[in-house]
Every structure is written in C-alpha cells, then in structure tokens.
C-alpha cells in the first residue's frame, strides 16, 4: 500500500544545477500537491494541480516548474537552483473536499 | 496568501497532563485539518472538520471547527510520551483544491 511515493528522498545541489523532483501516488486521486517546510514556517504551497492537465501556482511559486505528466505523477523542477530553496519538499494528493495524504519528503540542500 | 495563526509554537508538558492549541484566521475556512508530524515523516492526518460548529474525536484527540469558520482548537487528553511532534493546522479555504497551513506547535512530553 503505497500511498505517495517521493524521489529522491535525499539530494544535495550546487548553485546553479537544475533537478526533478519526482511524485506518484497510486491512490487515483484527482488533485496534487507540492509544498515546501522551512523551520517555524509550517508548509507553503508551491505548486498544484486540480487534476491531469492543469496546474496552477500556490503562495511561493518563484523558481519552480511542475508537469502533471499523467493523473497519478506530479513532478518539480528547478531550474536553477538556489540556496534559498534548500528546504524539505512534500508532495500530496487527495480528492477534492477530503483529507490530503503525504509522501516522506525530499531533503534538497542548495550549496 | 492566506495567514493562519497557529498557537503555541511549542509546549513542554508533562506525561498525563491535558494539551490544547489552536488555530486562528483573518479568512472564513470551508475545511479545517489537523496534522500530525514525526522527524523524518510527511505529516499524517488527525482529525477533519468540515461543517461550522463540528465537534469531532478520535481517541484521545477532540478538535472543533469554529463557529465564526475563522478558528479551530485541537485538544489532546491525558498525553503520552508519543504524542510528541509537530502539530500542523490546515484550512481550506475558496477555491476547494488550495489549502494552507499553520507554521505549526511543537509538543514535547516529558515521562
């Protein structure tokens, strides 16, 4: 039982490079979400995607990309990143009006 | 983006004592959420609220959806040692796919 799978769970970057955050879930939901967690900042929305084929932008979407590739993956990209997007990542889904179910999160360090 | 107002920021608590914190805003919720974060861990849900006035349990934990739809409380009986963690409040708000939360209460409870 799956639920939200994330990858990598670990990823250190230079200035600079550029990586894909990657997210399924295998729980048919419609909506997905990417959020970021800094310390004392709870989680802020980056990215979301209402259902395949639309993604819209959340509270802090500057430096970032998404592509709902299909309905069950959602993925992030940076394109060039920075160290002020050293933080962890959790992507989420749900269906509309219910609870939204986590991965484990993707700790990004920015050097 | 949306402000929600999440208090205390952490507690230091003694093993069988009562918890209870909560969750403010400027903006009228649809839903509000309760969360729960071990190290390491996406958070998990705790409770889901989706009507003004709900009051709901789950074990030990009873939370409340505001009567004003601007506020939530959760409360935690008789805490145990695994009760500790990061307590995230979350709120939807408008548009049903976006929701928000709360820069979060730590708990710590001592044996």
């Known amino acids: 039982n799956a639920g939200v799978t994330q990858t990598p769970k670990f990823q250190v970057l230079k200035t600079g490079q550029s990586m894909t955050l990657q997210c399924a879930q295998d729980m048919n939901h419609n909506s997905m979400y990417w959020y970021r967690q800094d310390p004392g900042m709870g989680l802020r929305l980056i990215y979301y995607?209402?259902?395949?084929?639309?993604?819209d932008k959340g509270e802090v979407p500057n430096g970032y990309n998404v592509s709902r590739l299909n309905k069950r993956e959602f993925s992030l990209r940076l394109e060039s990143a920075a160290p002020s997007q050293t933080s962890v990542y959790f992507c989420a889904s749900r269906v509309p009006v219910t609870e939204a179910f986590f991965g484990q999160g993707t700790r990004l360090t920015v050097v | 983006g949306q402000q929600l107002n999440q208090s205390p920021q952490s507690m230091f608590i003694q093993e069988g004592e009562d918890v209870s914190m909560n969750c403010t805003s400027s903006s009228i919720f649809n839903t509000w959420l309760w969360y729960k974060q071990e190290p390491g861990e996406g958070p998990v849900l705790l409770i889901a609220?989706?009507?003004?006035?709900e009051l709901t349990s789950n074990g030990r934990l009873t939370a409340q959806f505001g009567i004003t739809r601007k506020d939530s409380f959760l409360n935690i009986s008789a805490s145990i040692p695994s009760d500790v963690g990061i307590y995230f409040c979350?709120?939807?708000?408008?548009?049903?796919?976006?929701?928000?939360f709360g820069s979060g209460t730590k708990l710590n409870v001592k044996p």
């Open positions: 995607s209402a259902s395949e084929g639309t993604t």
């Open positions: 979350a709120g939807q708000v408008g548009n049903f796919n976006k929701f928000y």
């Open positions: 609220l989706y009507k003004a006035g």
